[in-house]
Nanobody
Framework: VQLQASGGGLVQAGGSLRLSCAAS????????VGWFRQAPGKEREFVAA???????NYANSVKGRFTIARDDAKNAVYLQMNSLKPEDTAVYYC??????????????WGKGTQVTVSS
């Protein structure tokens, strides 16, 4: 399974971005998908996830600002990021597991997309 994250960029604080995670499989609807991020000098951290049953989970730091959703017709999962803060600056990665049951552990990882939020 190949995953491709896209949609990153430079945005001012308070702005929005939508990240996309596209998969090379037709049955992406059967995968749990998570978004993670890693800022310079920091460890990778969980951001949000969605299960194959469409349950969602968010890190406390992004609750109320970020929304994860999937479009099965497009084999994609999106991360809508609103009210962005400079501390959201990081490389964002998507990850997936077939019928995954863990919010935090995934079998497949994509290359990241850079998000930079200026103050």
């Amino acid at each position: 399974v190949q995953l491709q994250a896209s949609g990153g960029g430079l945005v001012q604080a308070g702005g929005s971005l939508r990240l996309s995670c596209a998969a090379s499989v037709r049955t992406f609807s059967t995968y749990a998908v998570g978004w993670f991020r890693q800022a310079p000098g920091k460890e990778r951290e969980f951001v949000a996830a969605i299960t194959w049953t469409d349950s969602t989970n968010y890190a406390n730091s992004v609750k109320g600002r970020f929304t994860i959703a999937r479009d099965d017709a497009k084999n994609a999962v999106y991360l809508q990021m609103n009210s962005l803060k400079p501390e959201d600056t990081a490389v964002y990665y998507c990850a997936a597991t077939w019928y995954g049951t863990s919010w935090f552990d995934y079998d497949y990882w994509g290359k990241g997309t850079q998000v930079t939020v200026s103050s």
